[in-house]
């Protein structure tokens, strides 16, 4: 049993913007999936391109956000691992 490693500031300011973008990520994952099938009965009165909005949005709409939040993460974690020269990929 080995006692628990110490961090430095620089190793705490890495993982308070890798939980700030998590955490700021999680919120819009949030806010698609469960705000905005709370309110899908009421978007299904707007219509986009023939569709009720609900439905596309959440059938279309919802899938491209998710990507969208993925692509974002991954390019935000590389650009900290640069700044912070965690990058493992040596």
Not at 73 to 89: E, I, K, P
């Amino acid at each position: 049993h080995s006692p628990p490693m110490k961090l430095d500031e620089r190793q705490r300011a890495y993982w308070r913007r890798n939980l700030k973008l998590t955490l700021s990520l999680l919120s819009v994952w949030f806010g698609v999936t469960f705000v905005g099938g709370y309110y899908a009965s009421e978007l299904n009165t707007l219509s986009f391109l023939g569709f009720p909005l609900g439905f596309y949005l959440f059938a279309q709409g919802s899938l491209l956000i998710y990507l969208l939040i993925i692509m974002i993460y991954v390019f935000a974690m590389n650009r900290l691992d640069r700044q912070f020269r965690a990058d493992t990929r040596r």
